[in-house]
């Protein structure tokens, strides 16, 4: 976060928002929502 103390909100969102949909992406390919859901864990 200490790198983003200049962004503009509107640009701060716009980061965290493509950051957030990246990783959201990364974990189902990966298969770790999948293999959390067969186990049981929520």
């Known amino acids: 976060m200490r790198d983003f ?3 503009s909100y509107p640009g ?3 980061h965290m928002t ?3 949909a990246a990783y959201g992406y990364h974990a189902i390919e990966r298969g770790g929502a999948a293999a959390c859901c067969r186990s049981g864990r929520h």
């Open 5 to 7: 103390e200049g962004r």
């Open 18 to 20: 493509l950051v957030s």
């Open 12 to 14: 701060w969102h716009r």
